[in-house]
């Protein structure tokens, strides 16, 4: 590697790339392309979701908190957005997913909100992320059937256990 340089540097096997189109903002229907199980630098754990727009318009990704040690409200805002992804994208057992692989070649709607970034500097800008997910039925009734309403199961609890270990609250 000691011989490599910018000036012998041979980049004729490269391709040309104007670099990848993302979502803009609005509706769109997506299909899932991979999803990964992350840690954060804070302890806790999250879903990177990578969607690409059926129609080749664009893609993005998506992040849903599925554990966050420091506040239990941000943690259960994401659990109910992945959630709601799993369920609207017809995922076989949303509530319990179990292999993250599961969610790859799956189709559901998204819709994509612009949110600015270090606003009121002159390093503002605007960056584009999945806000919700809803059924691609709304976009695309032909191909797709309308998911009935989701009836709510009550977030799994921790058992209390009394001092002798009987659990006291079932």
Known sequence: MSDFTFAN????GAKVSSGGKFLTEGRHLVKIKNATWEKSHAGGVYI???FEATNGSG???GYYNLRVPSSKKSEEIGQD???SL???AGHPTPTKPSDINSLKGLTVGVYVAGDKK?????????YHKVKSAF?????DPVNFVKKPDFVPQPRAQNPLLSTSG?????
Do not use: A, H, K, M
């Not at 059924?135 to 976009?139: K, L, N, S, Y």
């Not at 009987?166 to 079932?170: A, L, S, W």
């Open 81 to 83: 957005q992945f959630l």
């Open 86 to 88: 799993l369920y609207y």
């Open 135 to 139: 059924d691609p039925f709304d976009i």
């Open 118 to 126: 270090d606003e009121g500097t002159p390093n503002e800008r605007v």
């Open 166 to 170: 009987t659990v006291v609250n079932f």
């Open 9 to 12: 540097l041979d980049l004729s």
């Open 48 to 50: 990177d979701v990578s």
């Open 59 to 61: 893609g993005t990704n």
